[in-house]
Nanobody, 124 residues
């Protein structure tokens, strides 16, 4: 059974930091790009950042460049999203997703698997 399990969300003040984790199981981790998406109330789901677990190449949305860092621990089948300098507009449900077709496809929502999401709330 394929699973993507997110954790690490919560409530933080503006300027603070959080680290999200996505633990993957049920598929060959190194063959997939893994990424993070977010969806705020009343808005469309948007790609935040993705990583090719095979070579470590990454892609970021402009809105998070310089503040968020994606990484993978292939020994643990886990992808992380370190979020620094958080802003209220970062408030959303954050989802983990996987694609067999690489980061360029994944950031465009070409996904094979989704997680259930974790809430991130940034207060003023």
């Amino acid at each position: 059974e394929v699973q993507l399990v997110e954790s690490g969300g919560g409530l933080v003040q503006a300027g603070g930091s959080l680290r999200l984790s996505c633990a993957a199981s049920g598929f060959t981790f190194d063959d997939y790009a893994i990424g993070w998406f977010r969806q705020a109330p009343g808005k469309e789901r948007q790609g935040v950042s993705c990583i090719n677990t095979s070579d470590g190449s990454t892609i970021y949305a402009d809105s998070v460049k310089g503040r968020f860092t994606i990484s993978s621990d292939n020994a643990k089948n886990t992808v992380y999203l370190q979020m620094n300098s958080l802003k209220p507009e970062d408030t959303a449900v954050y989802y983990c997703a996987a694609s067999h077709r690489g980061v360029a496809a994944l950031i465009q929502h070409d996904t094979d698997y989704w997680g259930q999401g974790t809430q991130v709330t940034v207060s003023l």
